[in-house]
């Protein structure tokens, strides 16, 4: 199993971004894809996922309002369109796989996971 995020970059305050996930070796359309992301000196922290079931979405606080998540099954890949980007959004951004279809916000729930992406948002 392989999950190969890209898309991170910098960006101003106020812009967006947009991260991709692209999955292999595994079923896509049944595990649930969730994002991640890590700061300098935190723990890693859960951000938003959606489940594979009903297509129901999960996010954190901090998310909310200001970042989408998407999937496209035909191409194995889940998307995260951030917009409105502040300096805390700044991290390196992990993709995930769980085969869990209802709301899971714990790394431990996941099985695969992603190298992860860097996004700098600068102020």
């Known amino acids: 199993v392989q999950l190969q995020a890209s898309g991170g970059g910098l960006v101003q305050a106020g812009g967006s971004l947009r991260l991709s996930c692209a999955a292999s070796?595994?079923?896509?359309?049944?595990?649930?894809m969730g994002w991640f992301r890590r700061a300098l000196g935190t723990e890693r922290e859960f951000v938003v996922a959606q489940s594979y079931r009903d297509g129901t979405t999960y996010y954190a606080d901090s998310a909310k309002g200001r970042f989408t998540i998407s999937r496209d099954n035909a191409k194995n890949t889940v998307y995260l369109q951030m917009n409105n980007l502040i300096p805390e959004d700044t991290a390196v951004y992990y993709c995930a796989a769980t085969a869990y279809h209802t709301d899971r916000r714990a790394a431990r729930d996941y099985t695969y996971w992603g190298q992860g992406t860097l996004v700098t948002v600068s102020s």
């Open positions: 070796g595994l079923s896509f359309s049944i595990y649930t």
